[in-house]
């Protein structure tokens, strides 16, 4: 498609752009479990054995939104032409019980007037709940009946209206549409950034339209086992965010780096780079917000197994000042570079004393690898 070869870089996926998840590496040493959000954002949940069907149907529109397309489309059709035969059938009682249908002396008022057969009365009947035009049939005095069905159809074709249209509205500006351009980055990072461990991933949003009070928020999924015993296959833990302002919201006008400091009350505080490899760890990332054009409230999702967190990597700049305004260059969004990164757990680092017993043992034994070839090479030139 052109939308994911020509104007869409490989490096980020949109929020809901289709992507083949079941591919994995050759070269994987065991089966992984299967992810409970998708990278499209669609949650990986099936629901059965439902025996309460009849609870759906006392959220009337908000089935019918949720249905797919072809099915609306027909329940909208069969709605409007089920309301005009049933009151095309009780116009047609009505005439025959009147003997409007029968033949008539000259002074005879008829309660609907050119109604001769069930046609004509289902014609009438859509004249009356579509509003288009009475024309030579048309309703007199002389029946109180057809006045109170008159009523009746009236108001039952607006209810008819409001609802169905109301949904058709619904179902075209549903809030997840926003979603197709809030971007993430395929892959999250582990590095340092201010002398600690922090989990990060890339977002964007491509629309200049702003999400307003964006909030991002984190979760890590994984089995666990409580102190009962009991097992749980998808407990889901808070990541906090850091945020100077003390709350999760986010002024998204261009792309940002959505950081997590890993620190004793994370998650991920015992996580290594050899154990990113070996167990099945996935970190759920929502985005919630209201659209700026019509004020309706959406979510984007996206999720990171262990093989999309990268370990040891950072983002590479994607913003730059040129001509006074701030570009974004979207083909860097997803690329990332390396870093001297330490190996350990973050629990390993505070142990051995933080960053800066690695910098110094990392500036130890670089100057004695530097003195190593130093003297390789003196003896060499002996």
């Known amino acids: 498609?052109?939308?994911?070869?020509?104007?869409?870089?490989?490096?980020?996926?949109?929020?809901?752009?289709?992507?083949?998840?079941?591919?994995?590496?050759?070269?994987?040493?065991?089966?992984?479990?299967?992810?409970?959000?998708?990278?499209?954002?669609?949650?990986?949940?099936?629901?059965?054995?439902i025996r309460e069907q009849g609870r759906f149907l006392q959220d009337v529109f908000t089935t019918l939104v949720d249905l797919k397309w072809i099915h609306t489309l027909f329940i909208f059709t069969m709605s409007f032409l089920c309301s005009w035969l049933l009151f095309g059938m009780i116009w047609w009682l009505i005439a025959f019980a009147h003997g409007d249908l029968d033949a008539k002396p000259e002074r005879f008022v008829p309660c609907v007037t050119e109604i001769h057969s069930f046609s004509s009365a289902f014609l009438f009947s859509i004249e009356v709940q579509v509003t288009i035009g009475f024309g030579v049939r048309m309703?007199?005095?002389?029946?109180?009946?057809?006045?109170?069905?008159?009523?009746?159809?009236?108001?039952?074709?607006?209810?008819?209206?409001?609802?169905?249209?109301?949904?058709?509205f619904m179902k075209t500006a549903q809030a997840n549409r926003r979603a197709e351009t809030l971007i993430f980055s395929k892959h999250a990072v582990i590095t340092v950034r201010n002398n600690h461990l922090c989990f990060m991933f890339r977002l964007g949003d491509l629309r200049k339209s702003m999400i307003i009070s964006a909030t991002v928020h984190m979760q890590v999924v994984r089995k666990t086992v409580t102190n009962e015993g009991e097992l749980v296959p998808l407990d889901?833990?808070?990541?906090?965010?850091?945020?100077?302002?003390?709350?999760n919201s986010i002024f998204l006008v261009s792309p940002l780096i959505i950081s997590h400091t890993i620190d004793k009350n994370s998650p991920l505080y015992d996580l290594s780079a050899d154990d990113l490899l070996q167990k099945d760890i996935e970190v759920i990332v929502i985005l919630e917000g209201v659209v700026e054009t019509t004020g309706i409230t959406t979510q984007a999702r996206t999720s990171y197994l262990s093989e999309e967190i990268l370990w040891g990597q950072r983002f590479s700049p994607a913003v730059s000042e040129e001509d006074g305004m701030y570009a974004v260059d979207y083909s860097k969004f997803g690329n990332t570079i390396k870093v001297p990164t330490p190996s350990c757990s973050a629990r390993s680092?505070?142990?051995?004393?933080?960053?800066e017993r690695f910098r110094a043992r990392e500036s130890t034994s670089f100057g004695a690898t530097v003195r190593r070839r130093l003297k390789r090479q003196n003896t060499k030139v002996a």
Do not use: W
């Open 236 to 247: 889901q833990i808070d990541i906090q965010m850091d945020n100077p302002v003390g709350t």
């Open 349 to 355: 680092l505070d142990e051995d004393g933080g960053m």
């Open 139 to 168: 309703i007199t005095e002389e029946c109180l009946s057809a006045i109170i069905v008159l009523i009746i159809q009236n108001i039952v074709g607006l209810v008819i209206n409001a609802i169905m249209l109301g949904c058709i």
């Open 1 to 49: 498609m052109l939308s994911r070869k020509g104007l869409v870089p490989e490096d980020y996926l949109l929020t809901r752009l289709a992507e083949d998840v079941l591919q994995q590496p050759k070269f994987k040493t065991k089966q992984r479990r299967s992810r409970f959000v998708a990278k499209n954002g669609r949650c990986n949940v099936a629901h059965t054995n």
